[in-house]
């Protein structure tokens, strides 16, 4: 059976950091392509960052630069370190994973529930 579970997310000041975490069994993290996305109330769910079977990852515009995806395939965890933070970063934030690179199209075959992350102004 697949999990999927995220943990890092918290109430944190503009500018600070957060290092969100994805922790994954069942699946061979190694031929999984991960992503992560976030949603408010009342929007659809964004794709945020994501990194393909093959390594290549993909960051959506507004968070270039500030986030960095990476992963520790001995450990099967999905990392997204995020700086500068931003009000507007506020969302609760999924990791996915499936074996087809979905890019931020939010087909992931696996989802987490999600954790929550407030930035106050």
């Known amino acids: 059976q697949v999990q999927v579970v995220e943990s890092g997310g918290g109430l944190v000041q503009a500018g600070g950091s957060l290092r969100l975490s994805c922790t994954t069994s069942g699946l061979r993290f190694a031929a999984y392509s991960m992503g992560w996305f976030r949603q408010v109330p009342g929007k659809e769910r964004e794709g945020v960052a994501t990194i393909a079977i093959y390594g290549r990852t993909m960051y959506a515009d507004s968070v270039k630069g500030r986030f960095t995806i990476s992963q520790d395939k001995a450990k099967n965890t999905l990392y997204l370190q995020m700086n500068s933070l931003k009000p507007e970063d506020t969302a609760m934030y999924y990791c996915?994973?499936?074996?087809?690179?979905?890019?931020?199209?939010?087909?992931?075959?696996?989802w987490g529930r999600g954790t929550q992350v407030t930035v106050s102004s």
């Open positions: 996915a994973a499936d074996r087809i690179d979905w890019w931020f199209v939010a087909k992931y075959n696996y």
